[in-house]
Nanobody, 115 residues
Framework: QVQLVESGGGLVQPGGSLRLSCAAS????????MSWYRQAPGKQREYVAR???????NYADSVKGRFAISRDNAKNTVYLQMNSLKPEDTAVYYC?????????WGQGTQVTVSS
């Protein structure tokens, strides 16, 4: 059974930092590309960042230069380092990986950026 479990969310002031983690089980993690998405209240879920099995990364324009995605294959974990956070980054952040019958998703972790 595939499980993606996010952690690390919380309340942070504008300009602050958070690091999200997503622990995966039930997949050959090192072979899977991993992504982060987010969904703000009243908005559609949107793409944030992706890392391939080889370590290549890609970012949405809205987070480029502020967020960094990385992975630790020994720990089956993908990370999202978020710096210079803005109120518009407030959302539930989801971990994602493709599967043979559709994408796998975690339960999400709330990030709130507010003073």
């Amino acid at each position: 059974q595939v499980q993606l479990v996010e952690s690390g969310g919380g309340l942070v002031q504008p300009g602050g930092s958070l690091r999200l983690s997503c622990a995966a089980s039930g997949i050959f993690f090192s072979f899977h590309p991993m992504s982060w998405y987010r969904q703000a209240p009243g908005k559609q879920r949107e793409y944030v960042a992706r890392i391939t099995s080889g370590g290549s990364t890609n970012y949405a324009d809205s987070v480029k230069g502020r967020f960094a995605i990385s992975r630790d294959n020994a720990k089956n974990t993908v990370y999202l380092q978020m710096n210079s956070l803005k109120p518009e980054d407030t959302a539930v952040y989801y971990c994602n990986s493709p599967g043979p019958a559709g994408d796998y998703w975690g339960q999400g972790t709330q990030v709130t950026v507010s003073s």
